[in-house]
């Protein structure tokens, strides 16, 4: 028996693989990339079945961002010409865009904003757009704000939010080489307000940023230990004037084998890919038949994504309906 069937069986039996298996996995002597996708599309189909949850972001306030993540074109310590910064977008045009995209299928809508944190008067605006897009739309609403607290988190979900994005980017070790300006702590901190106010959370990270094998896999354990289930797999995507910005590209097969180790480590997930997925030849396809069930439809923050009639379209060709996985 390979070590894919033996782990397999094991999760599927209500086990859990450890850190030193999940590398086993990264390693091509020892897992088989098809094999090792195959038992991956199995454990999706098993935990999640044909669910496949696609959401939309809007960049409801872009640039002068503080903070110094090194791959991001919104920071203000790495200006990036080519980039239009304005302040928190109005309720009309948010509400636009989530109509737009709820007429395509899409069944959840997440606001994305650029700095450490939206102030509290930026919180009482956004909650009053938040309430008008509950009343008019069908959509479920996550936010991603920043480091907010807990009594913030009370608020937005008072206002009809559902869930939080606050990605964890990479490992706790490697996290200091990407952003200086806010600690993993913070970020884990944040997560845990938003759990305590009774919204769901959704975290991941970004493969290309420098990390290690090792690194992917903490970051996926420590989603793990946080009760993640909806994981982002961004593939870096250099932009021009990052600290970042000559960094490869993620292969295809790198991108495989690490969205299907990511589902041994999180069985019942969503496993987003986001951005970066359409630098990929076959747009993630692939992905979507090894281990991946959710994804980040339309443009992205600063880079264009892949149109929600495309993601349709591959998603009745794949067998999966667009399904709501844990609101």
């Known amino acids: 028996m390979s070590i894919i069937q033996e782990y397999k069986d094991r999760i599927l039996a209500g086990g859990e693989i450890n850190r030193a298996e999940a590398l086993h996995l990264f390693d091509p002597a020892i897992a088989d990339l098809d094999e090792l996708c195959a038992a991956a599309d199995e454990l999706r189909e098993h935990f999640c079945g044909d669910a496949f949850d696609i959401c939309t972001i809007i960049n409801g306030k872009c640039g002068k961002c503080t903070e110094d993540c090194k791959y991001c074109a919104q920071s203000a310590h790495y200006p990036h010409n080519d980039l239009e910064a304005y302040p928190l977008l109005d309720t009309a045009s948010m509400l636009a865009e989530a109509k737009h995209n709820e007429a395509g299928g899409v069944l959840r809508f997440s606001i994305v904003t650029s700095g450490k944190r939206l102030s509290p008067e930026e919180i009482d605006q956004v909650c009053e757009t938040i309430r008008t897009l509950k009343r008019e739309t069908g959509l479920e609403i996550c936010v991603s704000f920043g480091l907010l607290d807990e009594a913030d988190f009370v608020k937005l979900k008072a206002a009809g939010a559902s869930r ?37 959370v959704c975290s991941g990270g970004i493969m290309g940023l420098g990390e290690s094998l090792a690194d992917r ?39 495989r084998r690490t969205v299907a180790v990511f589902r041994f480590i999180l069985p019942d997930a969503s496993i987003r890919l986001a951005g970066g997925r359409g630098l990929l030849p076959d747009k993630g396809e692939a992905c979507f038949t090894g281990g991946a069930n959710a994804a980040i439809s339309g443009d992205m923050l600063t880079t264009s994504g892949i149109t929600i009639a495309a993601d349709m379209q591959m998603l009745q060709k794949l067998g999966y309906q667009p399904r709501l996985w844990e609101k």
Do not use: M, Q
């Not at 994005?165 to 300006?181: D, G, I, K, R, W």
């Not at 230990?225 to 995507?237: A, C, D, H, T, Y």
């Open 217 to 255: 896999v903490d970051l996926a354990l420590t989603a793990r230990e946080l009760s993640v289930k909806s994981l982002p797999v961004n593939f870096l995507n250099p932009i021009p004037g990052t600290p970042y910005a000559d960094n490869p590209i993620i292969g295809a097969d790198e991108a």
């Open 164 to 200: 939080v994005h606050c990605n964890l980017e990479s490992s706790a070790a490697y996290f200091p080489s990407v952003c200086t300006t806010h600690t993993y702590e913070d970020k884990i901190a944040t997560l845990k307000a938003a759990r305590r106010a009774g919204l769901s």
